[in-house]
């Protein structure tokens, strides 16, 4: 399977060891209203929204499951988020609008999932706005659209996968 990282890191500004260098930043939803503006913290956020959307629609996926989550009861309440998720469980087969959904609360700290389809298909979303996508096929349309959005795609194994 490849996989790759997704970031709207620029790996120009990695140091040798490959940590990324540009302390000015932001790195987390806590910093809307500091760092960032909503709006602009929005836009990122619909980028990776839409590159995991993009993957699943490239190799030809409208559901995926839930294999792993967790949740952060004080940010699931902020984000209005229990409904939703008490509908999602392991094993769960979800949509791809329901995938959109679960990638936004991970990226807003509310919860933490790992979504795929059998040895075909991954997503898991880290800390500091890394996400890590796997596929049994190379992906190019779907790379290139993600890269076209602004962000960036390296190949990368994901440090969520069981070695």
Known sequence: ???WRITKYNPLHRNA???YVDLEEWICFSEVGTKVSMEDYEKTEEKYMNAVTT???GIGLSNVYVNASEQESHEVKNQ???EFLSKIWKGKAVTAQEVRELAKLTLRNAIWCKLGFKKQFFVHIGYY???YIGASESCEKAREIVHRSGLFIEDYHSPYLKN
Do not use: E, I, L, T
């Open 55 to 57: 993957f699943m629609a």
């Open 129 to 131: 706005y890394y996400m």
């Open 17 to 19: 060891d490959g940590s």
């Open 1 to 3: 399977m490849r996989s």
């Open 80 to 82: 209005h988020a229990q």
